[in-house]
């Protein structure tokens, strides 16, 4: 299966920074297959894209992905409070789909 | 609006079985399949199987061994997942995600709406 590493581990960051959070595949991730989902504590993962670069509905365009191969990236252009979470990479291009082990970004 | 809704908290003895259900809404239940995953403590996300809520076909994640059955009950728009033979690595929050897209293959489409999950604890 693919294995995603997620970096940093955390990201200490202030209101209005900019975001930049990494996702490496072991393998070529087929297509574009590759989604993100920010997840807050006691809550349910939400997707925020998918097809790298997509925004799932209702997500604000303060976020965006790129990327393509093995190397993927979610930026947060200006972090809002609401922002602060965890976030994963997920990859479905290549069964079984599998996730990274997260980034948190926390306020510093 | 689409609603995933899961059944409450469970805690199980080593070796005993569980069946969590989650009860959509919203959409055409039949349309859409429904993907399982799980997250351990403090983990992150296992995918743990899918079941197609239009006939019923299933695949399911290997390292689970044959442990897990996925089902589905259209007259009710719910699917259940049970777990037997439960382990103490078996303890985590189990979700119900639909899959974004009814028109991709199994496992190859990422998952809109999410159940709120539901917590399954193995302890003697």
């Known amino acids: 299966e693919i294995v995603l590493t997620q970096s940093p581990g955390t990201l200490s960051l202030s209101p209005g920074e900019r975001a930049t959070l990494s996702c490496r595949a072991s393998?070529?991730?087929?297509?574009?297959?590759l989604a993100w989902y920010q997840q807050k504590p006691g809550q349910a993962p939400r997707l925020l894209i998918y097809a790298v670069f997509s925004r799932a509905t209702a997500i604000p365009d303060r976020f965006s992905g790129s990327g393509s191969g093995t190397d993927f990236t979610l930026t947060i252009s200006r972090l809002e409070p609401e922002d602060f979470a965890v976030y994963y990479c997920q990859q479905y291009g290549t069964s079984p789909p599998t996730f990274g082990q997260g980034t948190k970004v926390e306020i510093k | 609006q689409v609603q995933l809704v899961q059944s409450g908290a469970e805690v199980k003895k080593p070796g005993a079985s569980v069946k969590v259900s989650c009860k959509a809404s919203?959409?055409?239940?039949?349309?859409?399949?429904i993907t399982w995953l799980r997250q351990a403590p403090g983990q992150g996300l296992d995918w743990v199987g899918w079941i197609s809520a239009h006939n019923g076909n299933t695949i399911y994640a290997q390292t689970l061994q044959g442990r897990a059955t996925m089902t589905t009950d259209t007259s009710t728009s719910t699917a259940y997942m049970e777990l037997r033979s439960l382990r103490s690595d078996d303890t985590a929050v189990y979700y119900c995600a639909r899959d974004l897209d009814s028109m991709m293959a199994p496992g190859h489409t990422p998952f809109d709406y999410w159940g709120q999950g539901t917590l399954v604890t193995v302890s003697s």
């Open positions: 393998q070529s991730v087929t297509g574009t297959y």
């Open positions: 919203g959409y055409p239940f039949i349309s859409y399949g």
